[in-house]
């Protein structure tokens, strides 16, 4: 599936014009997910459709949704832009930057500096880099590119052959270790379990994918994680704001209580 998708973004490549600079104070994810005051840092996803789910959200209201999950107190908006499998648009970046104050992690699957440079217009705070969609050093330039212009990345691994290529070239601030195999669409949390202990200790690690329950969030943050990205699971329910309180809020609670 993942070649799939990269041998269609080769194509789009092709045709891809860089709309004009929308000069938009970039916001830093980094700083975000370190100040939330949650116990874990908070990236809630919006995402229509994907690959593996299909349609997750009918009526899908990527502005107002933004809005509900910066109330309920998210730390940062991933957005997906890939058109063809998440059913996306480069847009609604701009369309929630211009009603958000939160970061805003552009999620795609970006190989070339062309893309780099159209997230910087659009608005895009952060990207996402690949680490299974990339060579190793072709993941640095694109990540230093991104920090010429003004952002972030999160760099996201699956296996650890991946990241340990990686981190031969350098330490990215933050690291994200998908939960998904983006081959076999299989998730599992272990994954952050294991990869755990192979992230250096600067950086800032992220659980993505397969979060759903307090319990979920409460695994990934033992085995050290700082923060989580969710998607299907605030997506699919009515009311965005009631979820994360209870998926985030409870957590504190628990915590308090030792
Ligand atoms: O919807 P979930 O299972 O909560 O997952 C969110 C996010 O991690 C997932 O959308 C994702 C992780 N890495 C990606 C790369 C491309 C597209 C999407 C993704």
Do not use: C, W
């Not at 609604?92 to 970006?110: A, E, G, N, Q, T």
């Not at 650890?160 to 998908?178: Q, R, S």
């Not at 690690?205 to 943050?221: M, N, P, Q, Y």
């Amino acid at each position: 599936m993942l070649d799939q998708i990269l041998q269609h973004k080769r194509q789009e490549l092709d045709t891809l014009e860089l709309p004009p600079y929308e000069g938009i104070e970039k916001r830093s994810l980094y700083q975000a997910l370190k100040n939330s005051h949650f116990p874990v840092g908070l990236i809630a996803e919006i995402k229509k459709a994907s690959p593996s789910k299909g349609v997750i959200q009918e009526n899908f209201r990527p502005v107002e949704t933004a809005t509900f999950y910066e109330r309920a107190g998210a730390s940062a908006i991933s957005v997906l832009t890939d058109q063809r499998f998440f059913q996306g648009h480069r847009q609604y970046i701009s369309d929630v930057k211009k009603h958000v104050r939160l970061p805003i992690l552009r999620k795609d699957f970006i190989i070339e500096e062309e893309q780099v440079e159209e997230s910087a217009r659009i608005g895009a705070d952060a990207i996402l880099l690949i680490g299974e969609a990339l060579e190793a050093s072709k993941l640095h330039e694109l990540y230093n590119s991104a920090r010429e212009k003004g952002m972030e990345a999160l760099v996201e691994v699956h296996s650890e052959e991946v990241l340990a290529n990686i981190l031969k070239h350098f330490e990215p601030a933050i690291v994200g270790v998908n939960n998904r195999d983006l081959t076999t669409f299989e998730t599992s949390l272990g994954q952050t379990e294991r990869m755990a202990s192979y992230i250096p200790d600067n950086s800032l690690l992220v659980s993505e994918s397969g979060i759903f329950t307090r319990e979920d969030i409460l695994r990934v943050k033992r085995a050290g994680a700082e923060a989580v990205l969710i998607g299907e699971a605030l997506m699919r329910h009515e009311n965005p704001m009631e979820q994360i309180d209870i998926m985030m809020r409870s957590e504190a609670h628990e915590r308090t209580n030792g």
